[in-house]
């Protein structure tokens, strides 16, 4: 479809018009005829000489190929462009973060993997993640993991394959062997500080009480609530276990209940499976289609008509001059015979 970007400036087409009516005749100032007796050839002839002037007359055909051209002009002042068809593409609508505890606690074997074998938390944890992260087609996600202090592992990115490559990676005691979950909260806030979607959400694992933070977990919770973000919280380990291995259900459900998501505790591996599965039917993808169709310019068409018009135009008109003042052949007469 041929759309136009400067509509208005179909305006000017009228400017020759206007100019032709006001503004005055170009004046060249000659004389018609120099003889010295002009007062007698006057007064001969009877004619009353006068100033004035002479308006030589345009031909039809060229004042038509001048306003040509000038349409022409206009149109590719106005930017022609030709609006290709709509293209769609989809985009992630929500940004999802992992917060995952990687204390020494996680190192505890009290997990069944998939074939019935006893493994650590972590171990476990990082098998059920992968699966959540392979139906996560359509959102961004970023991995934080904590322990004396949280760290970036991936940042929030549509390549879900590296979320679930660095997942691997993860082992026990990398980030220290206490918890700071309040930390790793605020940590999650400042990453969602540059992102532009409206769904946010935060999936925090961890398996043990809090005693490391400088900003305890409620009060970061306080933050992310007013920040529109959404936290719900996997307990992981035994709620019997004591020290610094014990489970504070009561902080994580405070966490969930302040920002409106879900608290879930996860005793074995079915159990940790069965919360992702909650997960995924609860924070369904929402995907943005984006529609727009690409506009292409155009203008060089009208500017190369107006070019090649008035060079045809041109190129006729020496024609025709060089035509019209070609001498006449003479033929050469041979004389009669006499008789």
């Given amino acids: ?21 006001l503004a005055p005749a170009r004046a060249d100032r000659r004389a018609g005829l ?8 006057a007064t001969i ?8 002037g002479v308006v030589a007359p345009r031909g039809w055909p060229r004042l038509a190929v001048l306003l040509a051209c000038w349409l022409l002009t206009v149109a590719a002042v106005m930017r022609p462009q030709w609006l290709e068809p709509p293209l ?3 985009q992630p609508a929500r940004d999802m973060l992992l917060l ?7 190192d505890a074997r009290d997990f069944v993997d998939a074939s019935g074998k006893t493994v650590d938390r972590l171990s476990a944890v990082r098998e059920v993640l992968d699966d959540f992260l392979s139906r996560r087609k359509g959102d961004r996600v970023g991995i934080v993991v904590f322990g004396d202090a949280p760290f970036t592992l991936v940042p929030f990115t549509a390549d879900l394959d590296l979320g679930r490559t660095l997942l691997k990676d993860m082992v026990v005691g990398m980030a220290g062997p206490r918890t700071a979950f309040g930390d790793a909260i605020g940590l999650g806030i400042r990453m969602f500080d540059k992102s532009t979607v409206q769904a946010k959400t935060i999936i925090a694992l961890t398996d043990g009480n809090d005693t490391a933070s400088k900003v305890p977990p409620a009060e970061a919770a306080g933050v992310a609530k007013d920040k529109g973000i959404v936290i719900h919280t996997v307990a992981i380990g035994d709620p019997t276990a004591v020290g610094e291995d014990k489970l504070d259900e009561q902080a994580l459900r405070d966490v969930a209940r302040i920002t409106g998501g879900g608290f879930y505790r996860a005793l074995d591996r079915a159990g940790l499976a069965q919360i992702y599965a909650r997960l995924d039917a609860l924070e369904t993808r929402k995907i943005d289609t984006v529609s727009f169709r690409p506009k292409r310019d155009i203008y060089w068409l009208p500017l190369a008509g107006a070019l090649a018009l008035s060079m045809l135009a041109q190129a006729l008109h020496l024609l025709r001059r060089r035509i019209g003042h070609r001498p006449a052949r ?5 004389p009669a015979k006499a008789p």
């Fill in 1 to 21: 479809m041929l759309i136009f970007a400067h509509p208005w400036l179909a305006l000017l087409t009228p400017l020759p018009l206007a100019v032709w009516l």
């Fill in 330 to 334: 003479l033929s050469s007469a041979l």
């Fill in 34 to 41: 120099r003889v010295p007796f002009f007062e007698r050839l």
């Fill in 45 to 52: 002839s009877g004619a009353r000489p006068h100033q004035g």
């Fill in 100 to 106: 995952v505890d990687l204390s020494g606690s996680m």
């Fill in 88 to 90: 769609h593409r989809d």
